[in-house]
């Protein structure tokens, strides 16, 4: 496996070896000792997420203000811009994002540890993403920054307006939103 850091060091992109003959492909998409070893991630993965959404779709930016939870993102379907903002009020990247295209062609992972808010917007006709978290959803928890929060100036590479839940867009602007210490 190989780890492409970013420009906040926590969050990592991770592109897996991949073994492809006329059959087809085999990727070992987790592997605790090796993430360890390579990328210094020992987190424990207690749930998988499995989410199905359209073109233009922008989900987030989610997090859990107690319960935080780490991620580790995939695409199998299709392709998404991913984002995450560091929501850590004292760490130097505060208020700061990065992002990387996910697809199943590139087979690329996103590492994002608990302190980020994490959000994606669907590039291809539809886009199924799966993410292993290191804690339970609590919806009593959950916050959600306004995707668009001109302090975050997140360039969501958008080529029409985006489809977004009610709750996405009643998000939060980081300036009055619950973050992490």
Same mark, same amino acid.
């Given at each position: 496996?190989?780890?492409?850091?970013?420009?906040?060091?926590?969050?990592?992109?991770?592109?897996?070896?991949?073994?492809?003959?006329?059959?087809?492909?085999?990727?070992?998409?987790?592997?605790?000792?090796?993430?360890?070893?390579?990328?210094?991630?020992?987190?424990?993965?207690?749930?998988?997420?499995?989410?199905?959404?359209?073109?233009?779709?922008? /989900?987030? &930016?989610?997090?859990?203000?107690?319960?935080?939870? =780490?991620?580790? +993102?995939?695409?199998? %379907?299709? $392709?998404? *811009?991913?984002?995450?903002?560091?929501?850590?009020?004292?760490?130097?990247?505060?208020?700061?994002?990065?992002?990387?295209?996910?697809?199943?062609?590139?087979? /690329?992972? &996103?590492?994002?540890?608990?302190?980020?808010?994490? =959000?994606?917007? +669907?590039?291809?006709? %539809?886009? $199924?993403? *799966?993410?292993?978290?290191?804690?339970?959803?609590?919806?009593?928890?959950?916050?959600?920054?306004?995707?668009?929060?001109?302090?975050?100036?997140?360039?969501?590479?958008?080529?029409?307006?985006?489809?977004?839940?009610?709750?996405?867009?009643?998000?939060?602007?980081?300036?009055?939103?619950?973050?992490?210490?």
């Amino acid at each position: 496996m190989k780890i492409i850091p970013t420009k906040i060091p926590e969050v990592l992109i991770i592109e897996p070896r991949v073994f492809s003959d006329d059959r087809g492909f085999f990727l070992e998409s987790y592997n605790h000792k090796a993430f360890a070893a390579t990328a210094n991630i020992t987190a424990e993965f207690v749930m998988d997420g499995h989410s199905r959404s359209g073109q233009n779709v922008l /989900r987030g &930016l989610h997090y859990q203000i107690q319960q935080p939870q =780490g991620k580790l +993102v995939r695409v199998v %379907v299709g $392709e998404i *811009l991913d984002v995450a903002a560091d929501i850590r009020k004292g760490s130097p990247t505060f208020g700061q994002w990065v992002s990387c295209s996910l697809s199943a062609e590139n087979k /690329r992972q &996103l590492w994002i540890p608990e302190g980020f808010a994490h =959000g994606f917007y +669907v590039v291809s006709q %539809v886009a $199924e993403v *799966l993410y292993k978290t290191t804690d339970y959803y609590a919806p009593q928890h959950e916050r959600t920054l306004l995707w668009n929060d001109p302090d975050l100036a997140i360039d969501w590479q958008l080529t029409t307006e985006p489809m977004l839940s009610a709750k996405d867009q009643a998000g939060q602007p980081l300036k009055t939103a619950e973050v992490y210490p």
